[in-house]
């Protein structure tokens, strides 16, 4: 029943953590989700009773180790008995605090599971390696959200499997390839407009460990304020920024560099650069001579491996599904502005 009570407490008022935490302590940063006091509770709660039972076994048996240790007169003992009050003591307690564990766990889940109706909703999509925030097709590299009010993230991958962690938030959740996950979290106002990390926190290849983006919480005011105005930046970008922006965002950077050489950013790449090439006729390992216009673009996005550029590795991943004809045109507009 304490327990119950104690919890009850943690979910009515959420900003207020048992231990006063909000400001973060050397093992964990501040508390800046509703959230996220629930979980640190939990945590320290975990860590307690782990530590007492830790401490407990070893001091008994520390010890035991010294007064019954084997000495001349001092030998085996064989008249130990069976005692039903002490088997079901240590079965009881045992039994009692599992089930607190289990029930604050459980409880929890379900509150961190459950996305409240009027949540705010924004597109994830996490690729090697970069963030992308879309919000009813606006894309952003950070993700910019409303204070006060319940988040919806719908999340997900078009390569391999990155997981999404805000650790001021103690939000974290998978990004599998082929499916949606989704998670939620409502960041009460600061008093400011705050900005937090955003990282991904599964091992994805190479660059996992720059794979990172930064929350920034708005007043509802601010927010709509930001949306309007990068709405208005984004409808006035000419077609060949907007292409650059994609070659940013959907990892052609990785392998295709703008500038004639087979290096972006001092780091080697597998494949052919985008610079000069627009209006060239192209030799292939293992299909005739082409000229390189939208027909080929395409192609080369949706079906990569029918024309493989004589001398260049088969490694590219199809982007079938993954971009629109406008956005391809979008990227022959870059691609066309890199003459020389
Ligand atoms: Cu994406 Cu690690």
Known sequence: MTAMLGLCNVLEQPAVSLFGLREGTFWLPPQRSTIAPAVDNLFYTLLGISAFFFLLILGLMTLFVIRYRYRPGVGPQSDVKHSTALEIFWSVIPLMIVTYIFYEGFVGYVQMRTVPDNAYEIEVVAGQWSWLFLYDGLEATELHVPADRPVRLVMRSDDVIHSLWIPDFRVK?????????ETWFEAPWQGETSRHALKCTEYCGTNHSTMLATVVVHRQADFDAWLADARAKDQSKPAKERGEDIYNRYSCIQCHSIDGTMEVDGVEVVGPSFKGIW?????FSNAPDTEVDYEYLKESLFYPSEKIRRGYPDKM????????????????????????
């Open 279 to 283: 209006g060239e006729t192209h030799e």
């Open 173 to 181: 959740m998978d990004i599998v390839p082929g499916r949606k996950t």
């Open 317 to 340: 991943s199809s982007y079938k599904g993954r971009l629109s004809d406008e956005q391809i045109r979008y990227i022959k507009a870059f691609i066309e502005s890199l003459k020389d």
